[in-house]
């Protein structure tokens, strides 16, 4: 299970590492990501990568899950990952389901924390922290301004750590 968490980093570091180079800027989310690609391959290789960092991520913790009896939590969540990943290939007009997914896989995915190791909700302190500095900054150029950190990508971003680190506990 090590592997798969290790393999997982990798990917989405490479991918956002690759996203943030092409775009000279962080990307406003991880699954909004996709509506920046040109429709055609790269849509289908963002799909094929938020399925890979799916189920690299949330194997380990459906293992830990079913051990507390709780396995189908996990599965909830890689479903509603896959979700989000084929939405944008067959539905472009509208991205309100894509957009309601994500939330439900995020949402799930911190049910799964929770279940696996409450501690690493802790993370979600980081969001008033950054807002409390970024507000109290008398300059016009605050933190999350500055480096463009959208907190829909935050929220993203924490959602992946606390999977990661709940996995790594066990």
Request: aromatic share 14%; charged share 10%.
């Amino acid at each position: 299970m090590t592997t798969m968490t290790i393999l997982s980093i990798l990917l989405v570091v490479s991918f956002m590492g690759a996203t943030i180079w092409k775009l000279k800027a962080l990307p406003d989310s991880i699954s909004a990501m996709v509506y920046v690609l040109p429709s055609g391959g790269w849509r289908w290789l963002w799909t094929l990568w938020l399925l890979l960092v799916g189920i690299l991520t949330t194997a380990p913790m459906i293992e830990i899950l079913d051990h507390k009896g709780c396995g189908y939590l996990g599965f909830i969540t890689l479903v509603c990952l896959v979700f989000v990943g084929a939405w944008p290939l067959f539905q472009t007009e509208t991205r309100r389901w894509h957009y309601i997914g994500a939330f439900a896989a995020g949402l799930m995915s911190q049910v799964c924390v929770f279940v696996a190791c409450a501690w690493w909700w802790m993370l979600w302190l980081l969001v008033p922290v950054l807002l409390i500095v970024s507000w109290k900054s008398k300059r016009v150029n605050t933190f999350l301004v500055r480096i463009n950190f959208g907190l829909c990508l935050l929220a993203e971003f924490i959602c992946y750590a606390s999977m990661i680190a709940a996995d790594a506990v066990h």
